[in-house]
Each structure stands twice: as C-alpha cells, then as structure tokens.
C-alpha cells in the first residue's frame, strides 16, 4: 500500500498520524464550490440581463465545498485496528475545523466518516482504508482577531478577501441612556431608557441580535447590521467602548 507523508493536516488539532492515520496515494481533492451565477437571456440581445445576487464587495455567492480526505492505517494488528476505528469513528458527523499547512485558516464543516476497507495477507491484517469527507463552509475561516474599540472613530484591520460579520462585546460609557455602534453607513442603536445602562452589551451581527446578563436587548427599527470589508474598516462607538472580534474569510 502506497502511503504520502503530508506535513500541517489537522483535524480539530490533530494531525492524521496522531489519529493512527497516514494519507492515501492520490492526496486530498478539494472539492470546487458551485458559483450561483444567473444569466437572463433575452432574444435579440448580445448582453443577457445579469440577476446574480452578489456581497457587498460584489462577489457572486456561493454553495459548500467537497473535500475528500483518502486515508490509511498501516496498523496489523486487529486489537490496535479497532482503537484507531474507535478513535476516528467519534468524529462521525462532528462539526470540526480542518487546518493544512500554510493556508490562512480552516475549512469548517462536518464531517462524514466513510466505509473502512480491511486488506489482508496471509490471514493477516495488512492495512484498511478509510475516507473522511467535508462537507464545510467555501471560505477558509482566519485565526480570531481581536481589537479594542474607543469611544469615537476606529480602524479596523481586516484580513482575508471577502466579509465577515463581527461580534462587539460593549461597555458603556458611565450616565448613557442608550449607545449606538455604526460601520460603512450602516448602524445598529439602543435606544434611550428612562435609567442608565450598566453591564457589558454584546452585539452578534451574524445573529443579528443584541444581548446584556444573557438577555435579549431592543434596537431602533432603523437600526441596519453591518460586517467588515477588507483591509481596513472605520468602525464609530457612541456612548460606549470595548472589543470588536471576527474570523478573517478567504476564498481559494
């Protein structure tokens, strides 16, 4: 049996030789995203109307990626065998964090452990096989980052090359009725209550909610959710100050 040695391939922090695994000749296939890209065409007309719905940064959305892992185990021996089963079977269906080499970040999906193969010779256990197969998110997800925000105007370094929905763990500034946090035209605000606010406010604009002590916080009907461009992002805090946190993404 033909095994590749394959350096900085982790599953969840563990590299494949960690999990009794080696990778299988061919090596890993990354799958290829479908590009959702919708064309109109009109009779007549050279230029078909383009109705593809884009991000902010007018890039086309897309589905999930495949990516197929075809490994080994060269253990012979069938007591030690079936840990290794038992070791990698834990991960059937599991939300993990695939990492490899240098790549700026993780793929990020479930994965799905396939059928494994035994081989014998001479009545012997030789090898068996396996496939472990994601099923993730298109982007790589980037390493947290971390960044203080002041009352005020901030700049934010992003990295990566598409959007990212941000999470801002607030404070706010100490006799404030109500805080506002506002980013690239948009802005997300509490109103004014008849007592002053106390606590930390955490703002998810994935999830599009505002919560302090765990409790679900009201925002103004005109309020809008932002994320972060890359390279840098003016984010302004009014009546508060505290941490901004967000995974880079990159398309590959």
């Not at 004014?192 to 106390?198: A, D, K, L, Y």
Request: glycine fraction near 10%; aromatic fraction near 6%.
């Amino acid at each position: 049996m033909t095994v590749r040695q394959v350096e900085g391939l982790h599953i969840d922090g563990l590299s494949l030789d960690q999990l009794g695994l080696a990778l299988a000749e061919g090596g890993v296939d990354l799958g290829e995203p479908e590009t959702f890209i919708s064309l109109n065409p009109v009779p007549g007309a050279y230029n078909p109307p383009d109705l593809t719905l884009v991000d902010g940064l007018g890039n086309a959305y897309t589905g999930t990626r495949t990516i197929t892992i075809p490994c080994v185990s060269l253990i012979d021996q069938e007591e030690d065998s079936s840990a290794i089963k038992s070791k990698v079977g834990q991960y059937q269906g599991r939300s993990v964090r695939v990492t490899w080499r240098t790549l700026p970040g993780a793929w990020v999906g479930r994965l799905k452990v396939g059928k494994w193969q035994d081989f014998r010779s001479e009545h012997r256990l030789a090898y068996s096989t396996i496939d472990l197969t994601l099923t993730c998110d298109p982007l790589l997800h980037g390493p947290k980052t971390i960044q203080n925000l002041n009352q005020g105007n901030n700049t934010v370094r992003v990295h990566g090359n598409r959007e990212t929905w941000p999470t801002l763990t607030l404070t706010p500034t100490p006799g404030a009725r109500g805080l506002s946090v506002s980013c690239g035209g948009a802005s997300v605000r509490i109103p004014e209550g008849p007592v002053n606010m106390s606590g930390i406010v955490v703002m998810d604009c994935l999830k599009r909610e505002v919560r302090s002590n765990d409790s679900l916080m009201r925002i103004t009907l005109d309020s809008d959710w932002f994320n972060l461009k890359p390279k840098t992002t003016d984010v302004c805090c009014r009546n508060c100050s505290g941490t901004i946190s967000f995974e880079p993404l990159t398309m590959i």
